[in-house]
């Protein structure tokens, strides 16, 4: 089953009218990102794999085309329709962590489950389940400050998957780590593909894209290629 199916989607920044000076971000993108799959979204600085990351993650909306996600069209849902298909559609790690600082490790990632309406019980069991898979299931009580940016970055990741979303959504995820420590979050990410979750991981680094099985490429508001995974069986 497709996780993600766009069709000719497109957004313009400013008054696409004509009044004022208008951007077209995307200017018709057609993307299947299938379930289980680990695709990297690549592409130099105002490619639009920023803009097409907020739309897939539905924080923002497209000015026109289709999205599917899960099977759910997406485009024209409101605001609030919107937050509730990504607290339970889509787990987000981002390249600054996004942690509360004054809440332990446990209670950050217990925070998508209180939202979902998950009961106390079974939030801390879960929370504390998933701190252990990320490999720092004995830091639970400590703060997010005293931490390294690798295990702040593992806290991250247990939260983005609290919820059990369908799609594990990744932007720059080691752009604030060195080199080793990020080679240890990207093999982390390959664990979590292994173990059948989706990925769509948006870098700019093609080191980092290389470890992904699918490789789509943006430029100038357009796909410009894709390779891996037989190219999507050639494109379909």
Not at 202 to 218: F, G, N, Q
């Amino acid at each position: 089953m497709r996780i993600i199916e766009t069709r000719d989607l497109t957004k313009v920044y400013g008054d696409a009218a004509g009044v004022g000076h208008a951007v077209h971000a995307l200017r018709g993108i057609d993307l299947d990102v299938e379930r289980g799959e680990m695709v990297a979204l690549i592409g130099p600085s105002g490619s639009g794999k920023s803009t097409l990351m907020a739309i897939l993650g539905c924080l923002d909306t497209p000015t026109g085309g289709r999205y599917a996600l899960d099977g759910r069209q997406v485009e024209n849902l409101t605001g609030a329709e919107l937050a509730a298909i990504r607290n339970e559609k889509i787990g987000f790690v981002f390249q600054q962590y996004n942690l509360l600082p004054k809440a332990s490790i446990l209670r950050n990632v217990e925070l998508p489950m209180l939202y979902a309406g998950v009961p106390r019980k079974e939030r801390r069991l879960r929370a504390l389940e998933l701190l252990e898979r990320v490999g720092i299931g004995d830091k639970a009580d400590v703060l997010p400050g005293a931490l390294s940016g690798g295990q702040r970055q593992r806290v991250a990741i247990a939260r983005a998957l609290a919820n059990r979303p369908a799609l594990l959504l990744a932007d720059e995820p080691t752009g604030a780590l060195d080199s080793k420590t990020g080679q240890e979050v990207l093999a982390l990410f390959r664990e979590l593909h292994a173990q059948g979750n989706t990925v769509l991981l948006v870098t700019h680094d093609p080191s980092i894209a290389a470890l992904a099985e699918r490789r789509v490429e943006l430029r100038d508001g357009l796909l410009a290629g894709q390779e891996g995974r037989e190219s999507r069986e050639e494109a379909a």
